[in-house]
T-cell receptor, first 119, second 114 residues
Framework: GAVVSQHPSWVICKSGTSVKIECRSL??????MFWYRQFPKQSLMLMAT?????????EQGVEKDKFLINHASLTLSTLTVTSAHPEDSSFYIC???????????????FGPGTRLTVT | AQKVTQAQTEISVVEKEDVTLDCVYE???????LFWYKQPPSGELVFLIR??????QNEISGRYSWNFQKSTSSFNFTITASQVVDSAVYFC???????????FGAGTRLFVKA
């Protein structure tokens, strides 16, 4: 089956620093990847849609200058949390859509998540 | 607008009991997909099922079964003879056919006690 990896799986950083999270589709190509954020005991909230070779589309209320997304290849999207603060501490999950599938068959594969703690 | 409602925040059952997790959705799309995911304490989402809006057949997979009723916009999930390993948060989700956005419900936390 299709596999999506995330790196790192967990990270602790100091307030004011930047953190980069990678999302890779290991055995398929993904023109579209998605970034979600999940606070403790809450649901997954879509932050942005990452499109290969173009700018990401951010959901309302998500600061694009704070959460930088780069989707430079068909297998890699990165999320950089700039000037992180304790309130950015969360579980970040990416997912990728297999572009090889037909439009009538949609499949989205989720990564294992990255737990970010900002101290 | 799309919306997924999981009214049950937490459910606690004793092992071997049957339990049904409710999911009600809203969408203006005529074609869409519905999903159920399991999220154990590790955090990784486990895909359980995808259902196309044109396929209203109920499905059974082992101890799991799903009841999709378009007339009531519901997609309920039943675990038969629950086990301790079923303890997790379960999310119902909805997406359009383009797959460009998946909207998750708030989740239902299931506790299965031995």
């Amino acid at each position: 089956g299709a596999v999506v990896s995330q790196h790192p799986s967990w990270v602790i950083c100091k307030s004011g620093t930047s953190v980069k999270i990678e999302c890779r589709s290991l055995d398929f190509q993904a023109t579209t990847m998605f970034w979600y954020r999940q606070f403790p005991k809450q649901s997954l909230m879509l932050m942005a849609t990452s499109n290969e070779g173009s700018k990401a589309t951010y959901e309302q209320g998500v600061e694009k200058d704070k959460f930088l997304i780069n989707h430079a290849s068909l297998t890699l999207s990165t999320l950089t949390v700039t000037s992180a603060h304790p309130e950015d501490s969360s579980f970040y999950i990416c997912s990728a859509r297999d572009q090889g599938q037909t439009r009538t068959h949609y499949e989205q594969y989720f990564g294992p998540g990255t737990r970010l703690t900002v101290t | 607008a799309q919306k997924v409602t999981q009214a049950q925040t937490e459910i606690s059952v004793v092992e071997k009991e049957d339990v049904t997790l409710d999911c009600v959705y809203e969408t203006r799309d005529t074609t869409y997909y519905l999903f159920w995911y399991k999220q154990p304490p590790s955090g990784e989402l486990v895909f359980l099922i995808r259902r196309n809006s044109f396929d209203e057949q109920n499905e059974i997979s082992g101890r799991y079964s799903w009841n999709f009723q378009k007339s009531t916009s519901s997609f309920n999930f039943t675990i038969t003879a629950s086990q301790v390993v079923d303890s997790a948060v379960y999310f119902c989700a909805l997406s359009n056919t383009g797959g460009f956005k998946t909207i998750f419900g708030a989740g239902t936390r299931l506790f299965v006690k031995a």
